[in-house]
């Protein structure tokens, strides 16, 4: 099977998000072929360069959405092309905006519709054309754009937008659209695979949507972070510098809204990391029948020797690890530790971490320091280095750094203080080692626990500190959680689960929907047998067999609620363990 995989700011690249996951992917399923078409996401992430790639990776495209545009400006002077760029962008807009055709305030399916033609005929116009670079940053785009929010029927948001606002929202408009004037989509590109694999929502998935418009590809989308709700907290955050106008906030989250909706209405098959986010997804319009929660895999081999230790740790010592950044709320956590030493006067605090990314991050660093000398100001001088003071902080990658799973196994409690959080890895990791864990109930911390720790509510250090002492004074409730969160992580979170899942879907959806095409070699000559024999067999074997309700010949039963009510695709393809249950 020929597999197109698709990532925006993550694999090949050395400094990618979900490198780690995509990366055990590809060399986990050696059995297929891979072509990896990624957009990067800086200049910094491009100068790093790429991991070592498996040989089953055939080619890499890759191509920017940073930095200026390049590609020439084809429209001008084809008045016949610049009026389509103008009608389809402006359908592209009144979608965003909340236009009907009638010039009313649309319904939420008639905006759909109006955006989905909009954003595919400005794909058929640059494939036409030879790209839209200089008419997505053009003054007719603005236009467009403001004739959509001046007109009857647009959101109160869009009508308050004024010229900088709208010049503001064109350019990021550009550069997320700028997968619509990639030469990708050929027959010797996206169109020959069998797959399109999205690694993430928004623009990672773009592509795939234009294989699907124009080859028929089916398409697979898995969100580990739902992009969309980055996208919101991001606008929403400002990152500590001025950002956009309320109106370009709406206007642009209204667009990735959007984008979403009609990635998770084209999708073939879309795969959520939990319920968090399958929630997420079921909210922007995802149909149920599409969804099979698929968890991300950990290397349990790494912590396998900590894991199966008899000695539980050093039990007075509380860790922390993750990245270092506000969302950690390592301030509550702070206060909360202050509370465990009042009961607990043995008790120590580590916190191991890598910094996240800019300025604000290195402050928040400082700030917690010096929060730290001030709670314990008469324990020790100097507040950095270990052992010198009940909290300690460590650099995870420094040159006198512990080693990850050493870390774990120098904790007796693992804490996870977050206010906002994805998918806990370090809780995972806990679980992995068997230390038991203490945690605020944000994202999929629930989901991952179990029921194997103790989870409090964010933002409230009296609680965390309650739990952490409960633990700390019952090495018997450490021990018997520290199992039982072990077994559980073997049984659900480890990297053969994860390849598992996707190896069997892969094979469901070409099996669903084989792509209808004639092969051809480099001499332009047919290859025979290019394509799996399973996509013409009669019958609904796929689905649970017998004859019953049978498929023509040449064609497979669709997806939908009906292959839902059959038995699990673990169970068809004979796979081993509790698939099941991960990808129900």
């Known amino acids: 099977m020929r597999i197109g995989l698709l990532t925006e700011g993550g694999y090949p ?14 060399r986990g399923l050696g059995q297929h072929e891979f072509d990896v078409y990624a957009l990067s996401g800086s200049a910094r992430q491009e100068a790093l360069g790429w991991v070592e790639l498996p040989p089953q990776v055939r080619r890499v495209r890759s191509a920017a959405l940073w930095g200026e545009a390049t590609g020439r400006s084809v429209l001008w002077g084809r008045r016949r092309a610049g009026r389509r760029f103008a009608e389809c962008f402006g359908e592209l807009a009144a979608g965003m905006t909340g236009t009907s055709d009638e010039g009313a305030a649309g319904t939420s399916g008639q905006l759909a519709d109006r955006f989905g033609s909009g954003l595919y005929g ?10 839209l670079a200089g008419a997505l940053r053009s003054e007719d785009a603005v236009r467009a754009l403001e004739g959509a929010c001046r007109a009857p029927g647009a959101h109160r948001a869009a009508r308050a937008a004024r010229v900088p606002d709208l010049l503001a929202v064109a350019a990021d408009l550009e550069r997320a659209l700028r997968p619509l004037s990639l030469d990708w989509y050929d027959d010797d590109t996206l169109g020959a695979v069998d797959l399109c694999h999205a690694t993430a929502g928004g623009a990672a998935a773009l592509p795939g949507l234009l294989a699907r418009h124009f080859a028929g590809v089916p398409l697979l989308v898995t969100e ?27 206007l642009l989250a209204s667009f990735h809204g959007r984008l979403a909706a009609e990635t998770y209405r084209e999708a073939t098959v879309i795969t959520p990391g939990n319920a968090h986010a399958r929630r997420w997804q079921e909210r922007c319009g995802a149909d149920r029948a599409k969804l099979r929660t698929v968890y991300p895999g950990l290397e349990a081999d790494r912590f396998a020797e900590v894991g199966e230790r008899e000695e539980p740790g050093e039990p007075h010592t509380l860790l922390w690890v993750g990245r270092i950044e506000p969302a950690k709320d390592l301030i509550s956590l702070l206060h909360a530790f202050a509370e465990v030493r009042k009961d607990e006067p043995r008790a120590r605090l580590r916190i191991v971490g890598a ?9 928040y660093l400082a700030h917690c320091r010096a929060l730290a000398a001030q709670l314990f100001p008469d324990e020790a001088d100097d507040v950095h280095a270990v052992g010198a003071n009940p909290v300690s902080f460590e650099e995870i990658g420094g ?18 203080s977050s206010v906002v959080e994805g998918f806990p890895i370090s809780l995972i990791e806990a679980m992995l080692c068997g230390r038991a864990t203490v945690s605020t109930d944000v994202g999929a911390v629930v989901e991952v626990i179990g029921g194997t720790g103790l989870v409090v509510p964010p933002r409230n250090p009296r609680a965390l500190a309650q739990a952490c002492v409960a633990l700390l004074r019952d090495p018997e409730r450490r021990a018997r959680l520290g199992a039982a969160a072990r077994a559980r992580a073997l049984e659900l979170f480890t990297v053969e689960q994860n390849i598992a899942a996707f190896h069997g879907i892969y094979l469901e959806i070409v099996s669903h929907c084989p792509v209808r095409r004639e092969t051809v070699n480099e001499a332009g000559e047919p290859v025979p047998f290019a394509h799996p024999a399973e996509a013409s067999v009669p019958g609904r074997w796929a689905v649970g067999g017998g004859s019953a309700g049978a498929a023509p010949v040449g ?18 393809y004979g796979l081993r363990g509790h698939l099941g249950e991960v990808a129900s």
Do not use: F
């Open 555 to 572: 064609r497979a039963a669709p997806l939908g609620p009906a292959a839902a009510t059959g038995p699990s695709w673990a169970a068809r």
């Open 399 to 416: 040159p006198e750094a512990p080693d990850l799973a050493d870390a774990y196994a120098g904790g007796g409690v693992v804490v996870l």
């Open 224 to 250: 580990y972070g739902v992009r969309l709700r980055a996208h919101y907290l991001a606008g929403a955050s400002g990152a500590g510098e001025p950002g956009p106008s309320a109106p370009a906030r709406a």
């Open 355 to 363: 910094l996240a990314e800019g300025p604000r991050a290195a402050a």
């Open 13 to 26: 690249y050395v400094g990618g998000e979900a490198r780690l996951w995509c990366d055990r992917l590809v």
């Open 122 to 131: 400005l794909a058929d116009l640059a494939r036409d054309t030879g790209g």
